[in-house]
């Protein structure tokens, strides 16, 4: 039982083993059928090619730009870019005056419009709702027209902000066909004729808003989440949590209390009254127009609606970022190439051929049969790297720079050394004279406990790395740590639970010599020596086997310092017949 223990676990490790394999491969299969996924990794930049847009920053008021305003700028594009999931994206200035955006691939809509977005967020009262223009004016009711100025409007929501020329802006706005004419910023004091585009459960609604009551700019966060029940239980319904800093936490509690008590008086007869809703508006569009269901005192509202998980998260991203106090104008915008990119990944494709070349030659030099273990491992480490990287383009939107490259490249040599120590660690416990079961699982306690720390190193060299560094340097501590990680799951779920096997075959376990693990070939003398005798301290390798005098001399040159000690205190007191001497 003790001896066919290790080997039913080292079959059970394997089976885990390709378990993992088959669900990977599963996972990545159904996004291919969907056709959401590709079995090919997406590519950044630098390998793909991808779209520019040279952005020319304009502050509100001022005619000229300082440099902490454009790196400001700068930041929160990248924030902004990063939020919508685009990776390895470049952003940097131009003449110290332009910023100039480069993403991988074809950038979606959505994408494009959040960059695009300037910093004109703020928030309005809404006056008025609807679409009177696609009513004719032959049927207009008294009711559906807007009541005229009769005095100095009293708040935002005062109904008197509607002038005969707004009214009349109102009625001629198309929100479903809208035109083309560029339209100067609005003015934060006056009112503002704005359209919430349609959605996919809501249609386009046009508004009358009210002056500005609250700026973009005092929003300190913005997530999204699952609304909770009366009874604090997570319901299906995706919400908005907005948190505003101090200022805007008293203004924004006047405000609601105003709005609330439209919606109490419109609740108490039955109908709904717009002025009770509060619009956020960005660039002069509506992103929403919630209702204040409540006083917030705290300046911590949610918004709720019809809203689904990917909607949330566009909302949550264009209120995080889009209190940026400088508005941006496109310059220009045009598909760049991946030809330097491209030359530079077969160059480095062809460096981490030959470096791969020179590893498979030297384990089959060094460790003759076993370095085909070696060979295996980094196949299993590379497609489980490969399924890993493929899986994370789906999910994540990851993409793999020529810097993400080297860094799999770099990673062959860091695998491989896990392998070396590992079988170093069973010679040396060959040339003690144990057999090689014995010899691969004494092995393993001593190996797996360097490979651990060392992997550790290179996960907290990558870790730091990434958070440290920009661009493309990110990409490479991203590859080195994941190729870290997959080394570490391949050493224990494959290399030695297949040297558990291995090691009770006939061709490894005699010590055949070319299994690289032959005792002989490795000059050991086993501890028991035939009718009845056990080596004794002072027998060394050398004394049983002259012609391997090579490899003791290497077992010896291996010994770490307490095994000299130890050996060198057995020369000086141990005696042929196992009596002790004083030194």
Same mark, same amino acid.
């Given at each position: 039982?003790?001896?066919?223990?290790?080997?039913? $676990?080292?079959?059970?490790?394997?089976?885990?083993?390709?378990?993992?394999?088959?669900?990977?491969?599963?996972?990545?299969?159904?996004?291919?059928?969907?056709?959401?996924?590709?079995?090919?990794?997406?590519?950044?930049?630098?390998?793909?090619?991808?779209?520019?847009?040279?952005?020319?920053?304009?502050?509100?008021?001022? $005619?000229?730009?300082?440099?902490?305003?454009?790196?400001?700028?700068?930041?929160?594009?990248?924030?902004?870019?990063?939020?919508?999931?685009?990776?390895?994206?470049?952003?940097?200035?131009?003449?110290?005056?332009?910023?100039?955006?480069?993403?991988?691939?074809?950038? $979606?809509?959505?994408?494009?419009?959040?960059?695009?977005?300037?910093?004109?967020?703020?928030?309005?009262?809404?006056?008025?709702?609807?679409?009177?223009?696609?009513?004719?004016?032959?049927?207009?009711?008294?009711?559906?027209?807007?009541?005229? =100025?009769?005095?100095?409007?009293?708040?935002?929501?005062? !109904?008197?902000?509607?002038?005969?020329?707004?009214?009349?802006?109102?009625?001629?706005?198309?929100?479903? %066909?809208?035109?083309?004419?560029?339209?100067?910023?609005?003015?934060?004091?006056?009112?503002?004729?704005?359209?919430?585009?349609?959605?996919?459960?809501?249609?386009?609604?046009?508004?009358?808003?009210?002056?500005?009551?609250?700026?973009?700019?005092?929003?300190?966060?913005?997530?999204?989440?699952? #609304?909770?029940?009366?009874?604090? +239980?997570?319901?299906?319904?995706?919400?908005?949590?907005?948190?505003?800093?101090?200022?805007?936490?008293?203004?924004?509690?006047?405000?609601?209390?105003?709005?609330?008590?439209?919606?109490?008086?419109?609740?108490?007869?039955?109908?709904?009254?717009?002025?009770?809703?509060?619009?956020?508006?960005?660039?002069?569009? #509506?992103? $929403?127009? =919630?209702?204040?269901?409540?006083?917030?005192?705290?300046?911590?509202?949610?918004?709720?609606? %019809?809203?689904?998980?990917?909607?949330?998260?566009?909302?949550?991203?264009?209120?995080?970022?889009?209190?940026?106090?400088?508005?941006?104008?496109?310059?220009?915008?045009?598909?760049?190439?991946?030809?330097?990119?491209?030359?530079?990944?077969?160059?480095?494709?062809?460096?981490?051929?030959?470096?791969?070349?020179?590893?498979?030659?030297?384990?089959?030099?060094?460790?003759?049969?076993?370095?085909?273990?070696? !060979?295996? +491992?980094?196949?299993?480490?590379?497609?489980?790297?490969?399924?890993?990287?493929?899986?994370?383009?789906?999910?994540?939107?990851?993409?793999?720079?020529?810097?993400?490259?080297?860094?799999?490249?770099?990673?062959?040599?860091?695998?491989?050394?896990?392998?070396?120590?590992?079988?170093?660690?069973?010679?040396?416990?060959?040339?003690?004279?144990?057999?090689? #079961? +014995?010899?691969? *699982?004494?092995?393993?306690?001593?190996?797996?406990?360097? #490979?651990?720390?060392?992997?550790?190193?290179?996960?907290?060299?990558?870790?730091?790395?990434?958070?440290?560094?920009?661009? %493309?340097?990110?990409?490479?501590?991203?590859?080195?740590?994941?190729?870290?990680?997959?080394?570490?799951?391949?050493?224990?779920?494959?290399?030695?639970?297949?040297?558990?096997?291995?090691?009770?075959?006939?061709?490894?376990?005699?010590?055949?010599?070319?299994?690289?693990?032959?005792?002989?070939?490795?000059?050991?003398?086993?501890?028991?020596?035939?009718?009845?005798?056990?080596?004794?301290?002072?027998?060394?390798?050398?004394?049983?086997?002259?012609? %391997?005098?090579?490899?003791?001399? *290497?077992? *010896?040159?291996?010994?770490?310092?307490?095994?000299?000690?130890?050996?060198?205190?057995?020369?000086?007191?141990?005696?042929?017949?196992?009596?002790?001497?004083?030194?």
């Amino acid at each position: 039982m003790a001896r066919t223990g290790p080997k039913n $676990s080292a079959r059970r490790v394997l089976t885990w083993l390709g378990a993992i394999f088959v669900v990977l491969t599963a996972v990545l299969a159904g996004g291919v059928m969907t056709g959401h996924a590709s079995w090919a990794p997406k590519l950044a930049l630098d390998l793909e090619g991808g779209t520019q847009m040279i952005l020319a920053p304009r502050v509100e008021g001022a $005619s000229d730009i300082n440099e902490e305003q454009l790196n400001q700028a700068v930041a929160i594009i990248r924030q902004r870019v990063d939020g919508s999931g685009v990776a390895e994206a470049e952003i940097s200035t131009q003449s110290g005056r332009n910023v100039v955006v480069s993403l991988p691939g074809t950038p $979606s809509k959505e994408t494009r419009d959040l960059i695009q977005a300037s910093a004109d967020m703020n928030f309005r009262p809404v006056i008025a709702a609807g679409d009177p223009a696609a009513i004719p004016a032959e049927q207009r009711t008294p009711d559906d027209q807007l009541n005229k =100025p009769t005095a100095e409007p009293a708040n935002a929501s005062d !109904i008197n902000w509607v002038t005969p020329d707004v009214q009349k802006e109102f009625e001629a706005l198309d929100c479903v %066909n809208p035109s083309a004419e560029k339209r100067d910023r609005s003015d934060p004091a006056k009112p503002l004729v704005a359209c919430e585009p349609a959605t996919d459960k809501t249609p386009a609604t046009k508004y009358i808003l009210g002056p500005v009551e609250v700026k973009g700019q005092d929003i300190s966060d913005s997530t999204f989440s699952q #609304v909770q029940g009366a009874q604090g +239980s997570v319901t299906n319904a995706w919400g908005v949590n907005i948190v505003f800093n101090g200022d805007a936490t008293a203004k924004f509690k006047a405000v609601t209390e105003r709005l609330n008590q439209f919606y109490v008086a419109a609740q108490a007869q039955g109908t709904e009254d717009p002025k009770s809703q509060f619009a956020i508006v960005l660039d002069d569009k #509506v992103l $929403s127009a =919630p209702r204040a269901l409540a006083v917030i005192t705290d300046g911590k509202p949610q918004i709720t609606g %019809n809203f689904t998980q990917a909607s949330a998260k566009a909302l949550s991203d264009q209120l995080r970022y889009g209190a940026l106090p400088i508005s941006f104008e496109i310059q220009s915008q045009e598909q760049i190439s991946a030809t330097l990119g491209g030359d530079q990944l077969r160059l480095g494709l062809l460096a981490g051929m030959i470096g791969l070349v020179l590893v498979v030659i030297y384990s089959l030099f060094q460790y003759r049969a076993l370095g085909f273990v070696t !060979i295996a +491992s980094l196949v299993v480490a590379g497609l489980l790297t490969y399924l890993a990287i493929a899986i994370l383009g789906w999910t994540e939107n990851y993409r793999l720079s020529l810097a993400g490259v080297a860094g799999l490249i770099v990673a062959i040599g860091q695998t491989a050394d896990s392998f070396i120590v590992y079988f170093e660690r069973i010679r040396d416990e060959l040339r003690e004279g144990r057999g090689l #079961v +014995s010899a691969v *699982e004494n092995g393993w306690k001593r190996a797996k406990r360097t #490979v651990l720390a060392s992997k550790a190193v290179n996960l907290l060299a990558a870790l730091v790395l990434y958070f440290v560094a920009v661009g %493309n340097v990110r990409g490479f501590a991203f590859t080195l740590g994941l190729t870290a990680l997959a080394d570490l799951l391949v050493v224990f779920m494959f290399t030695h639970p297949m040297l558990q096997v291995l090691a009770r075959t006939k061709f490894f376990g005699e010590g055949h010599r070319f299994s690289g693990l032959s005792p002989d070939r490795l000059g050991a003398v086993p501890l028991y020596r035939g009718a009845g005798r056990l080596r004794t301290p002072d027998e060394k390798p050398t004394a049983v086997r002259p012609r %391997n005098a090579g490899a003791a001399a *290497e077992a *010896e040159r291996r010994m770490t310092i307490a095994e000299r000690r130890l050996a060198a205190k057995g020369q000086l007191t141990g005696t042929s017949n196992g009596s002790k001497e004083e030194k």
